[in-house]
């Protein structure tokens, strides 16, 4: 099944221990990312991926770190997380990084800092 | 600034009946435009999507009208659902936007009555 499986679901942690949360997508796709959701505020987009190695910032980046080592996997670390980073996070992915791709995303992960 | 906005944050409607979500946007960049669809503990799933060149597309029971004068778009479900209750998303990006980047709409949630 095609899938983006992002892990884990839940997590409640404090202030400055360091986090990390998986996403991989079975279905070859160049493009990765990553967003978080606040209420009111729709889902805003922390960083992005066009292809292996290649990462960039979306619009709200900061407190955050990404790497794309291989293809299928698009990890998200928190190095220090603060309270003002508790939010519900999406990782998402399209088959290419053109502006016209619909993006297929996981199921999210609630984090909570406090 | 938020570039994509959904002004009502809920909609309330009969089983049966017409559903009407509304969008609207500022950036003049944007020429493609996605609703995306999200159930409670699930991701967005990609419903239907409509590109600058048109004013209208239509899948099944879903059909996405798209103002570009008012910059202004509109997703029509007809006839609404119990399955349809969810929260709505309207989201743009720009074709010269190398980063696919999708900017959100704060979201609309739609209950229909049976």
């Known amino acids: 099944e095609a899938q983006v499986t992002q892990n884990p679901r839940y997590l409640i942690t404090v202030t400055g221990k360091k986090l990390t949360v998986t996403c991989s997508q079975n279905?070859?796709?160049?493009?990765m990312s990553w967003y978080r959701q606040d209420p009111g505020l729709g889902l805003r987009q922390i960083y992005y991926?066009?292809?292996?190695?290649?990462?960039d910032k979306g619009d709200v980046p900061e407190g955050y770190k990404v790497s794309r080592k291989e293809k299928r996997n698009f990890p998200l670390i928190l190095e220090s997380p603060s309270p003002n980073q508790t939010s519900l996070y999406f990782c998402?992915?399209?088959?290419?990084?053109?502006?016209?791709?619909?993006?297929?995303f996981g199921d999210g992960t609630r984090l909570s800092i406090l | 600034d938020q570039q994509v906005k959904q002004n009502s944050p809920s909609l309330s409607v009969q089983e049966g009946r017409i559903s009407i979500l509304n969008c609207d946007y500022t950036?003049?960049?944007?020429?493609?435009f996605l609703w995306y669809k999200k159930y409670p503990a699930e991701g967005p799933t990609f419903l239907i999507s409509?590109?600058?060149?048109?004013d209208k597309n239509e899948d099944g029971r879903f059909t996405v009208f798209l103002n570009k004068s008012a910059k202004h778009l509109s997703l029509h479900i007809v006839p609404s659902q119990p399955g349809d209750s969810a929260v709505y998303f309207c989201?743009?990006?720009?074709?010269?936007?190398?980063?696919?980047?999708?900017?959100f709409g704060g979201g609309t949630r739609l209950m229909v009555k049976p």
């Open positions: 998402a992915s399209s088959l290419l990084w053109t502006g016209n791709q619909p993006q297929h």
């Open positions: 409509i590109s600058s060149i048109k």
């Open positions: 991926s066009m292809n292996v190695e290649v990462t």
């Open positions: 989201a743009a990006s720009a074709h010269n936007n190398a980063g696919n980047m999708l900017t």
């Open positions: 950036n003049s960049m944007f020429d493609y």
């Open positions: 279905m070859n796709h160049e493009y």
